[in-house]
């Protein structure tokens, strides 16, 4: 047997846990396979991508509604350890959007690949 199927790009949906908002163009999170805002995910949860729109699943159940996603590069502030030498390690987030190579012992959330690093900035490749 063959290649099943074909996905070509960068969007992804997930359902939303239940009794959550998140906003459009934040980093969104996966807490056993339902979409968070960053400010609701705990370390061991892991990154989505960036939301595209925000939705409102305040009033309704896991599952109810789908956020989309975009999976790709992101620049996000360097928390200041992260150097050339770390293109291609993991990079942790220490908030919504500042990465570090540095896990604080495992306190906090995988960010994703570190793929550049700029004078400004590290870009990170986020998303599953």
């Known amino acids: ?40 995910a705990s370390a061991t949860d892991i990154c989505a991508g960036v939301s595209t729109m925000g939705v409102d699943n305040s009033q309704l159940a896991d599952g109810e509604q789908r956020i989309e996603v975009d999976v790709c590069e992101f620049k996000l502030r360097n928390s200041g350890d992260v150097d050339q030498s770390h293109v291609g390690s993991q990079a942790y987030f220490v908030d919504y959007d500042t990465a570090s190579i540095d896990h604080a012992t495992n306190t906090r959330p995988t960010a994703g690949i570190i793929t550049q690093v700029d004078d400004d900035g590290v870009w990170v490749k986020l998303g599953v």
Do not use: D, E, H, S
């Open 1 to 40: 047997m063959g290649i099943v199927a074909k996905r070509a790009g960068n969007k992804r949906a997930y359902p939303v846990k239940g009794n959550q908002y998140i906003a459009g163009n934040v980093v969104v999170m996966l807490a056993a396979g339902l979409a968070v805002p960053f400010a609701a």
